[in-house]
């Protein structure tokens, strides 16, 4: 009997009635007086008896499965009791009768239900014989085994049958559709007639059982007509007959409300409330209201021409053009697209008609307003009035002459104090002197390295160049001048043996260096040296080492042979340093600073804010308060010394580095050159009253260059007399511009 | 001590005391944000932008004069009284009371909006100024379909529907509709009431669909705002051409939804009542009242001309004159109106069951045109002998009366936006008709003229040297009056404009060399010669690039000098200009090439 009931798997826990539990322990002692493999299956099963299910599907169920019993567990206990297998089926049955093999104590514990109640089964109280509970069957997915049975034995799953053969056997069975696969207890199992028919009842939503009638007739089992006495002998209340007190005050309520008119019964007419509601306006606009001033919304935009159902053919973007839309921004993306019909009855419903409405409701109460004044003027107007170019004649205007004769870019040119020489020198490692009237090249002295800087000697009495190549600071003897001149310059670039020695403490050594004509001294220093100054009385001269650290600057005074360190603190790698024109001021640019010194009292004066990225140049103007600020990303910057440190005027000009700016020496001109090929000049007035600002034009922008290799104009200066500007440029060529 | 901080005793100040954000407004007020919403939609108070955002970027900040404005609101009482009103019934409804609650609906406490109106609007001209959005609303929710999940009833629908009709009923009867645009999203008009030019959209005759992502209450209280106004000043208008407001219409004719015409002859048979029945259809009843209206214009503008005399002194002619000015400009504009009533004047019109009805039938009687349809209670139908144009869009007319025209309706509107009878050949039934031009734009600022704003524009011209003779052709036009025909004259017309222009060409170049002459010898230019020099560089497509350079180089010196902000403005303001002549360009280009590839195509099918 446990067997039969193992195979109802999970119907089986649904059952649960008292009845049916009073039938199962009657069960038990039945089977435990038959045999002692099946108690412990009955109580596990009473356990699993959860949920209920009706009567009628359980017996039947139970009808059926009796004979439905696989034949592993009836074969393995009961194979002694084929013979009587058939001899108490019941009708409902017998449909299945054949395959049964259900053995005797089975068939005695289901018949007596039968019998007895008609709808109560006996297979309800076998236990199923997998014990491993209510527990998710993937849990035992991967073993070997499916669970364990009653006395703790494992359960070996069976063999997986291969598909294609179980396919077929399955094709083959007519009654396939009615098996259906245990996975708990890992069996097929089969069903009868019977049951099909009864879950095809219960599918339909009917009552599985044939007889049942749901709609019985109620039959009362209380007795109503001939009873003598009542149910309660208790009097009848007083509150059956007398009036509420309590709905009598509602009642009143309710009156005084409509006697007061607080409930109308007759509903309030809808009249439309237009009248004229302007009717005296004009004493109103008299009347302020004392609120802010209102701001109308703007109008709706008018529509233009695009948005025309038929715009002329060429509104319509190609479709080349449309695709184009889809790469844009979607800022840049036109909101509307026009598109053409040919008449009236093809336009379409325009999708977004409701959407834009909402927008500009949105906008409308959503969107800040503020009168703006749209400026509706000439851009040109916006240019500020500058005084006339003619009345700050002279200035340089076109190219007058041309220098050739360098063979590489001109690094750095210099003029000399009389203004009939000036000096260049060349990448090509060629230093030259120049006959300015005539274009003549005077001197050539070959260096062989690249000449980074040359400055002339500012006395005019002392034709001497100073040369920047490499390492080394050359004092060169030009040959220049009268013979008095001479002589006095060939006296000073004699080096005696003795001042060379003393210098190494800072490592710089003046060597006589015979190689070239005329004479030289040669400086050597311990780091690349990358521009050279002389002082205004032409003793000192100033270099610069970028990567010397604190010694990146050294004063040298030529007529003692001495060099001797800057004796202030560098702040970031220097760029270039200047002498003041007038006065023992020394100026010190960094890459974003400029600081100022005095010499005599050792001390800083000033220090200068560009807010520039790279200073690149720095030239003083020759009364010494203003100062000219030269930067690698284009910008100039005036700075009047008195006024503050900040740039007194920033002038944005130059697409490309600025490479240097000049002043001139008495004209109220200035320069800047880059590496862009042009040069611009501005007129720079700098007024004695110290109440007015300096005046700053911009006058002309001179070209005439070309670039190579990305660069353009290396070094400008000015004629020291004449209003004229000499541009070097990395095209081996230098020019003069004249008024 | 920091910057900012203010001494307990001390009151703020500036912006954080005149500024406050939403949530503390809607906190100030005690109302929930949709009310809140609600307020400022009705009241019409915005937003405003202070100079510095104390609590952030991203807060909107009301005023706080705004706030107290909305705090005295009676509104705003009454609001919260309806919201108490409505906590009542829900508890009715909860109690199951039903007859409590049944009672409470029906005696729902309602608001007006009439004084918010006279608030908003102290002028009526200011209601017509802002009535561009109102009427776009209304006419958009006039063809809306009702919707019990957005909260759009029938009966709101019909509300607006006999608005937006009442109005263009008024805008019809007194001619006062101006420009008309059919475009993609609707069909624009622009009418001009009390010199004040309203432009509204209605959209096209079709099934609207309600998209699903927008709040349909915003717009449903902006269409509160907006009906009442809208009625307001329909009464308003209505009452100023002495009909009674509101219309009671013929029960048969608004049966077959030919409101507007129904409203049209209640119109004419109000006005007109008065007067003398002169006709059937009564579009002539109208001009009595308009002379009328004429008259007392001009006698206003004498009194006023008489009064202001008196205040002025005698020695300032300068000033009576520019006031006889402006009356004549007055009469000019009363010229207007009279070219818009007579533009159709004894045309009659047949419109086809296809062509969009109520549009045509507000624009031609608004145009002075006598017009009918096909469909139950037309006035006139197909078969009437007096009809001459009937307005068709089909690919083709099957039945044709010989004695009228058979036109599409793009024609009415280019009409109107021409003020011109527009010759009919491009129009006919069939035919790809002519762009469609929008009369809202001035070609002359855009910097691009269609090729058929040209031919409108030399038909014009034509027409009115038809009626007035100009002074300088006119002498010609007198010395051979056979000449007067109208191609003649739009030939004559156009020789003398390309003279001038040709004249005014070489005028432009002359200063330009001149310019460059004087630029070259003494280098002087003052900015606004180097500007017209570069204008006619540009134009000329002159390229010696010494000159260009010049020019190039004072530009960039000038632009040195400026202000970081000026440069700023500067630069922004020649890309923009940049930016509107490249798409003239582009324009240009396409034109080119479409005529170059209509060209090659035609040779290629006479080949």
Not at chain 1, 564 to 582: A, C
Not at chain 2, 31 to 60: D, M, S
Not at chain 2, 411 to 437: M, Q, S
């Amino acid at each position: 009997m446990g067997a039969v009931a193992k195979n109802k798997n999970e119907n089986n826990r649904e059952n649960d009635s008292d009845r049916r539990r009073v039938i199962g322990k009657d069960n038990v002692a039945e089977a435990q007086s038959d045999e002692e493999v099946y108690p412990s299956g009955v109580t596990s099963h009473a356990c699993s008896d959860s949920e209920s299910d009706s009567d009628y599907l359980d017996s039947s169920e139970d009808g059926e499965f009796e004979g439905n019993q696989s034949p592993v567990d009836s074969g393995a206990e009961d194979s002694d009791s084929f013979d009587d297998e058939d001899d108490d089926k019941t009708g409902n049955d017998s449909g299945l009768s054949g395959d049964e093999q259900g053995n005797s104590d089975e068939n005695k514990s289901s018949e007596q239900p039968q019998g007895g109640e008609e709808s109560d089964s006996s297979e309800d109280e076998v236990a199923p014989r997998n014990t491993i509970g209510n527990v998710p069957l993937e849990w035992y997915k991967d073993e070997e085994l499916i669970g364990y049975d009653i006395t703790g034995k494992k359960l070996k799953k069976k063999e997986r049958q291969d598909k294609l053969d179980a396919f077929l056997a399955s094709a083959d069975d007519s009654k396939n559709w009615r098996k259906i696969y245990d996975e708990y207890n890992d069996e097929e199992v089969e069903l009868t007639k019977h049951e099909a028919r009864l879950l095809k009842r219960l599918l339909k939503g009917k009552a599985p059982h044939v007889d049942f009638d749901p709609y019985a007739p109620y039959v009362d089992w209380f007795k109503w007509d001939d009873a003598i006495h009542p149910l309660s002998n208790a009097p009848e209340p007083k509150r059956r007959f007398t009036p509420s007190k309590w709905e009598a005050k509602k009642v009143a309520k309710l009156v005084r409300a409509i006697r007061e008119g607080r409930i109308k019964f007759d509903k309030p007419k809808e009249e439309s409330q237009v009248y004229d509601l302007w009717a005296g306006e004009s004493s109103s606009p008299t009347k302020k209201s004392g609120h802010l001033a209102y701001i109308p919304a703007p109008k709706p935009k008018l529509p233009g021409l695009e948005e025309s159902y038929n715009p002329p053919p060429e509104y319509i973007p190609t479709q080349e053009e449309i695709n184009s839309y889809q790469l844009m921004n979607e800022e840049d993306c036109p909101k509307f697209i026009p598109r053409r019909y040919t008449s009236m009855r093809n336009i379409p419903a325009y999708d977004n008609a409701v959407k834009d409405t909402f927008e500009r409701c949105l906008d409308l109460y959503l969107c800040p307003r503020v009168r703006k004044k749209r400026l509706n003027i000439d851009p040109e107007s916006l240019k500020p009035k500058l005084p006339s170019r003619r009345d700050l004649k002279p200035y340089p205007i076109t190219c007058y002459l041309e220098y050739k004769g360098h063979k590489g870019a001109v690094t750095s040119i210099s003029t000399d104090t009389s203004g009939q020489w000036i000096a260049s020198g060349s990448s090509d490692g060629t230093v030259r002197v120049w006959e300015v009237a005539t274009c003549r090249c005077l001197r050539i002295w070959e260096i062989g390295e690249v000449v980074k800087h040359v400055a002339w000697n500012p006395l005019p009495e002392l034709p001497i160049l100073a040369i920047v190549v490499g390492a080394d600071v050359l004092v060169l003897n030009t040959g220049l001048g009268s013979e008095e001149d001479q002589k006095q310059v060939e006296e000073l670039l004699q080096v005696g043996a003795a001042t060379s020695l003393d210098d190494k403490t800072l490592s710089v050594s003046w060597i006589q260096d015979d190689r070239y004509r005329y004479g030289a001294i040669k400086l050597q220093h311990f780091k690349t040296v990358s521009s050279v100054e002389w002082h205004r009385k032409g003793d000192y001269l100033s270099t610069v080492m970028p990567a010397g650290e604190s010694k990146a600057i050294m004063i040298h005074q030529l007529s003692k042979r001495l060099t001797q360190r800057v004796p202030f603190k560098l702040h970031g790698l220097p760029v270039t340093s200047v002498f003041h024109p007038t006065r023992s001021i020394f100026f010190i640019a960094t890459k974003k600073n400029v600081r100022v010194y005095d010499l005599l009292k050792q001390k800083l004066v000033k220090k200068l804010e560009t807010g520039l990225r790279e200073v690149s140049s720095i030239a003083i103007h020759p009364a010494g308060d203003n100062v000219i600020v030269g930067s690698k990303e284009g910008k100039l910057s005036w700075f009047d010394m008195d006024l503050s440190s900040q740039p007194f005027r920033t002038l944005t000009c130059h697409p490309k580095d600025i490479t240097n700016v000049a002043f001139h020496r008495s004209y109220p001109l200035f320069a800047s050159c880059s590496d862009d090929c042009t040069a611009y000049v501005f007129h720079g007035m700098v007024y004695s009253d110290l109440n007015q600002n300096p005046l700053i034009v911009p006058l002309e922008i001179l070209r005439g260059h070309s670039s190579s290799n990305g660069r353009g104009i290396l070094d400008c200066k000015f004629h020291p007399r004449q209003p004229w500007l000499f541009t070097a440029g990395a095209d081996s060529l230098i020019k003069l511009y004249c008024h | 001590m920091p910057k900012h901080y203010r001494p307990p005793g001390k009151k703020k100040e500036g912006n954080a005391a005149r500024y406050v954000t939403r949530s503390q407004a809607t906190k100030m007020l005690q109302v929930n944000l949709p009310t809140f919403r609600r307020l400022c939609i009705l009241k019409g108070v915005f937003p405003r932008e202070p100079k510095k955002k104390v609590k952030g970027n991203h807060h909107t900040y009301y005023h706080l004069k705004d706030i107290s404005f909305l705090h005295h609101e009676p509104i705003l009482e009454k609001f919260r009284e309806i919201r108490g009103y409505e906590k009542k019934i829900k508890k009715a409804e909860a109690k199951k009371n039903k007859d409590l609650a049944n009672r409470l609906l029906s005696r729902k406490p309602g608001y007006t909006l009439d004084r918010l109106i006279r608030e908003r609007y102290p002028m009526f001209v200011d209601a017509l100024r802002d009535l561009d959005d109102c009427l776009t609303l209304v006419h958009l929710f006039a063809v809306l379909p009702a919707s019990d999940r957005e909260n759009i009833e029938v009966k709101r629908v019909h509300n607006c529907r006999r608005l937006s009709q009442e109005w263009q009923a008024y805008i019809s009867r007194t001619h006062k509709l101006r420009k008309v645009f059919v475009s993609v999203k609707g069909i624009y008009y622009q009418a001009e009431v009390d010199g004040q030019k309203i432009t509204w959209l209605t959209p096209h005759a079709l099934q609207q669909v309600l998209p699903d992502d927008i709040d349909f209450s915003v717009m449903l209280t902006f269409l509160e705002f907006y009906e009442t106004l809208l009625s307001f000043v329909n009464f308003r208008l209505y009452r100023s051409i002495n009909v009674k407001y509101p219309p009671i219409l013929d029960p048969r004719l608004e049966a077959l939804a030919a409101d507007l015409y129904a409203l049209s002859r209640y119109l004419n048979r109000n006005s007109s009542a008065p007067m003398v029945e002169s006709d059937d259809v009564g579009s002539s009843g109208s001009v009595q009242p308009e002379v009328k209206q004429n008259g007392q214009e001009s006698e206003e503008s004498e009194l006023r001309l008489a009064q202001l005399q008196h205040q002025l002194p005698y020695n300032e002619p300068g000033a009576l004159m520019h006031l006889v000015e402006e009356a004549a400009n007055a009469d000019e504009e009363d010229e207007d109106a009279k070219e818009c009533k007579n533009l159709f004047a004894d045309m009659k019109f047949f419109l086809s069951r296809e062509v969009p009805r109520e549009s045509l039938l507000f624009i031609i009687p608004a145009f002075g045109g006598i017009v009918s349809w096909e469909g139950d209670g037309a006035p006139f139908n197909e078969s009437d002998q007096s009809i001459t144009h009937q307005i068709v869009d089909r690919p083709k007319q099957d039945h044709i009366f010989l004695s009228r025209e058979y036109l599409q309706p793009q024609w009415i509107f280019d009409c109107v936006n021409a003020r011109l009878i527009l010759p009919t050949e491009g129009y006919l039934v069939g035919r790809v008709p002519p762009p469609h031009l929008c009369p809202f734009v001035d070609d002359e600022a855009e910097g691009y003229v269609p090729e058929y704003a040209d031919t409108i524009k030399r038909l014009q011209a034509a027409a009115r040297n038809e009626l007035l003779p100009m002074p300088g052709v006119g002498k010609e036009d007198l010395e051979d009056p056979q000449r007067l025909v109208v191609e003649g004259i739009i030939g004559r017309t156009e020789a003398n404009e390309a003279a001038q222009k040709k004249q005014k060409l070489m005028a432009l170049e002359k200063q330009y060399h001149d310019e460059l002459k004087m630029e070259l010898e003494g280098r002087v230019t003052n900015q606004g010669n180097e500007t017209i020099a570069k204008d006619d560089e540009v134009r000329d497509g002159l390229n010696d690039p010494y000159l260009k350079q010049v020019l190039d180089d004072a530009d960039s010196i000038s632009k040195v000098v400026m202000s970081r902000k000026k440069r700023g403005l500067y630069e922004a303001m020649k890309k923009g200009k940049e930016r509107k002549k490249a798409s003239v360009n582009l324009l240009k280009e396409r034109k080119r090439k479409l005529e170059a590839a209509g060209k090659s195509g035609k040779q290629r099918s006479c080949s």
